[in-house]
């Protein structure tokens, strides 16, 4: 009969099969729970055989680099190597507001990134690396036998396609056979921390989509905060389970205000929260009067550089979930 315990024990046997004794495996991880549990499940199979590379694009979330290395390293036991690649993956967006130029440049510097630091690692085995670790899931299998149409965009970035063609890697991929509940319950089993199992998706591009228009340094810290405050605020009030994700844009306006007898004129937050199933089609999620007032009035007041905070209340379609 299936369980998640035998499917435990025999996908760690099935990887111990397939890499053999000596084999060595990468694999990116980014802090959420598909690439976490895939990781944590390569951890067991093959030990410090497995090398999980976290780049680290200037583009995350407050704090998310050192939370990733603490729970990875200390609570995981994963090997894991942090990358910073802030400067490069600015350098190359400066200048650029088209979404889907950002997303580009973000996926391609992420492969380049990543790449490099595939070939620092020279494994005690004195092999070379031969597996790429995927964190694809079934919907994202069927998907692609059965379904090629405008999602295929999206699709693009998670991928790495490229680093199997460019580094002769084979792939392996745990997760395959899984829904993203049975991930999630595969994740609590193996002792990945609660709050990772039950997190929001996070896009590949990070924050540069959040910040409308040209991403930068000053940009992504407005972002950064705005987002911070909002997710603390909706924890607090325990409502994070019931919505399906949610985020704060910084929209490229700037709108007159009032601080004391001052006038300012500072930029503007979007808060969009959604309930969905999958992704495809979503409802925006109805807070109740006084919690977006409080969130509002928190990052007017605690962030520099906003003077306005508005709630988006477009559903999808015809909106999407992100701003760009
Ligand atoms: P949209 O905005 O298309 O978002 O309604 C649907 C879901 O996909 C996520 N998303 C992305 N994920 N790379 C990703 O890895 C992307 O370029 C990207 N764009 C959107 C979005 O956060 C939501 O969960």
Redesign the pocket.
């Given at each position: 009969n299936w369980t998640m315990e035998n499917f435990i024990d025999t996908e760690i046997a099935r990887i111990r099969k397939l890499v053999g004794p000596t084999a060595e495996v990468i694999g990116a991880v980014s802090g959420g729970v598909d690439s976490t549990v895939g990781a944590k499940i390569m951890h067991e199979a093959i030990g410090t055989r497995f090398h999980a590379i976290y780049v680290d694009n200037g583009l995350m979330r407050l704090n998310e680099t050192e939370t990733v290395y603490k729970t990875l390293t200390e609570g995981l036991g994963i090997n894991l190597t942090v990358v910073d690649a802030t400067d490069l993956f600015l350098g190359r967006l400066k200048g650029v507001t088209d979404p889907e130029k950002k997303?580009k440049i973000i996926g391609n510097t992420f492969i380049h990134v990543f790449e490099d630091e595939a070939a620092k690692i020279k494994p005690a085995s004195g092999q070379e690396i031969e597996y790429l670790l995927q964190g694809t899931l079934y919907p994202d299998v069927i998907e692609s036998i059965s379904f090629k149409g405008p999602s295929q965009t999206?699709k693009t970035?998670?991928n790495v396609g490229g680093l199997l063609e460019n580094m002769k890697l084979k792939l392996i991929e745990p997760l395959r056979e899984l829904f993203k509940d049975e991930v999630r319950d595969l994740g609590e089993l193996m002792g990945v921390p609660h709050d990772l199992v039950w997190r929001h998706?996070?896009?590949?591009?990070g924050l540069g989509?959040r910040v409308l228009g040209e991403v930068n340094k000053e940009q992504l810290k407005i972002a950064r905060e705005a987002d911070a405050i909002f997710i603390e605020e909706i924890k607090a009030h325990g409502l994070y389970k019931e919505i399906s994700?949610a985020?704060a844009a910084l929209l490229p306006v700037k709108s007159v205000g009032v601080m004391g007898d001052q006038r300012t004129y500072e930029q503007v937050i979007a808060l969009r929260a959604v309930e969905t199933v999958d992704?495809m089609t979503?409802d925006w999620y109805v807070f109740e009067a006084k919690f977006l007032k409080k969130v509002a009035s928190r990052i007017v007041n605690e962030v520099d550089g906003v003077a306005r905070v508005t709630y988006d209340i477009t559903s999808?379609p015809p909106a999407?979930?992100?701003w760009e």
């Open positions: 997303r999206i970035h998670h998706p996070f896009p590949g591009p989509i994700q985020l992704f979503a999808k999407t979930v992100e």
